[in-house]
């Protein structure tokens, strides 16, 4: 069983900054693949990046790449979402999820984070 608690989120203008933490509990943080997800109002949730176990594979939606960096502190039980350059279109809840392997589907993340909120204003 993992449990996971986002921070971070915020209102920031257009082209600022925000970064977003996720602790997670639990003994075996390693072992899973690390995502962030976001969902607009009236929107369907959409992958926007991930990591694996050991930190050196990283994916991202085309949207963000350039702009958005995940990392993860194995020894804190944490990772983070760097979100530089900001847009309006980026405004959404984050969620944080742990999968066993890499996939781009919400449907195969086992736990997820309960949301933080990101609004960029124009």
């Known amino acids: 069983q993992v449990q996971l608690v986002e921070s971070g989120g915020g209102l920031v203008q257009a082209g600022g900054s925000l970064t977003l933490s996720c602790a997670a509990s639990g003994r075996t943080f390693t072992s899973y693949y690390m995502g962030w997800f976001r969902q607009a109002p009236a929107k369907e949730r959409e992958f926007v990046t991930a990591i694996s176990g050991n930190g050196i594979s990283k994916y991202y939606v085309g949207s963000v790449k350039g702009r958005f960096t995940i990392s993860r502190d194995n020894a804190k039980n944490t990772v983070y979402l760097q979100m530089n350059s900001l847009k309006p279109e980026d405004t959404a809840v984050y969620y944080c999820?742990?999968?066993?392997?890499?996939?781009?589907?919400?449907?195969?993340?086992?736990?997820w984070g309960q949301g933080t909120q990101v609004t960029v204003s124009s």
């Open positions: 999820a742990a999968a066993y392997g890499l996939t781009y589907s919400p449907n195969a993340y086992d736990y």
